[in-house]
């Protein structure tokens, strides 16, 4: 099974049962060239909470008028961050903010009061400075850009990401995405597809449990595949389960099945298995069930930080890296640090000199930096 697989294929996989799903668990070792699962090192850091979103199964975001609220942080406050973050070999500095913040006037106060006209500006700085006084690679996540803007962004990042969640408008009507215009997936499509003629190294990844169909969840990975395909910048599609939270809306919204998110995983696995396109399945959010994932074709635990907590699932701790490595290594695979942006893509092809000359001076042993099976420093 390959690429030329079918909307139906997809669902015949997503609707498998019992020995099926073993026989499909079993065609994804086909793909396997290696016992490598990569996992790149990294700080969260949350550049304001305020977002325009308002999606029903958000911790993130706050309201402009919460005490607690990050309304934007200073440079010096960011960079404290990533110097604690280098003390820990840190090399991925992942920047999160809310999408479009500065419509609230809130933000656009703090923006002046820094200097700067609009929060575009802002996070290039912030990405510059990265890139000017520690030894980190700025990785940006922060909803839909402009064409523009992600010009701007590719400059100062090694790579960037956004969850297409689901192709599906449909969400748009469900609690997930009613109040959330930047979910709208012609929008996120949009976007990743922008990033791909921009030739920016891309993670993106689907949302499971949401209240999509099969149909649905099929549709979204070959949306993804098709991006692939005419543009070669997906790195890394992430698998990632709805998990409740108290005071969310979605707080008693079910979760989806341990089962669904196997054959979802398989069916991910096997429609990107004749790629170089990783497959990551978050392990905060699945500590128990982890390593089965591993069984079902995925080869990457994707960002693990062992100085911040993963500000958008905050109670979903990361495993300790060495936790994770004999969560690993019990399921017969060897853990690999990467780094955020992906060794096909470390090249003038893809990345300017400055950059290129940051990943040089890193510190990565060879043999420790592995972004994906087949490819290796």
Not at 79 to 105: P, Q, R, V
Not at 122 to 147: A, K, R, W
Not at 196 to 215: A, R, V
């Amino acid at each position: 099974m390959n690429s030329n697989l079918t909307k139906e294929d997809i669902l015949q996989i997503l609707n498998a049962t019992d020995g099926e799903i073993i026989n499909y668990m079993s065609q994804t070792v086909q793909y396997r060239e290696n016992n490598l699962i990569t996992y790149s090192k990294n700080v969260f850091i949350p550049l304001t909470e305020i977002c325009r979103n308002d999606c029903g199964y958000c911790n993130f975001k706050k309201n402009p008028d919460d005490p607690e609220a990050i309304i934007l942080k200073t440079k010096q406050e960011v960079l404290e961050s990533l110097k604690e973050a280098e003390k820990y070999g840190c090399k991925e500095a992942l920047f999160t903010f809310g999408e479009d913040a500065d419509e609230e006037e809130i933000v656009q106060l703090k923006l002046a009061e820094y200097g700067y006209d609009s929060m575009i500006d802002y996070i290039v700085d912030i990405c510059q400075m990265t890139l000017d006084e520690t030894t980190l690679l700025p990785h940006t996540n922060g909803g839909n850009f402009s064409f523009d803007d992600l010009k701007k962004l590719k400059e100062v990042n090694a790579s960037l990401g956004l969850m297409l969640e689901n192709s599906s408008s449909r969400l748009m009507e469900l609690p997930a995405h009613k109040k959330s215009p930047g979910k709208n997936p012609e929008l996120r499509l949009e976007t990743i597809a922008n990033a791909g003629k921009l030739k920016i190294p891309y993670t993106t990844g689907i949302l499971i449990g949401i209240g999509e169909t099969k149909e649905e969840v099929a549709e979204s990975l070959l949306a993804i595949r098709d991006l692939y395909d005419n543009y070669g910048h997906i790195q890394e599609v992430i698998i990632q389960n709805f998990t409740p939270i108290p005071g969310i809306e979605m707080e008693y919204w079910p979760e989806p099945s341990f089962l669904d998110m196997i054959r979802t995983v398989i069916a991910g696995t096997l429609l990107f298995g004749d790629t170089d396109v990783s497959i990551q399945v978050p392990p905060n959010l699945n500590n128990d069930t982890a390593q089965i994932f591993l069984l079902c074709g995925a080869d990457d635990w994707g960002g693990v930080s062992p100085v911040s907590p993963d500000y958008v699932n905050i109670t979903s701790p990361w495993p300790g890296i060495d936790e994770l490595e004999k969560l690993t290594e019990d399921a017969g695979f060897e853990l690999i640090e990467r780094l955020c942006v992906y060794e096909k893509y470390v090249n003038n092809e893809w990345l300017n000199d400055i950059i290129l000359e940051k990943i040089s001076n890193l510190s990565l042993h060879r043999q420790q930096c592995v972004p994906h099976q087949e490819h290796i420093f």
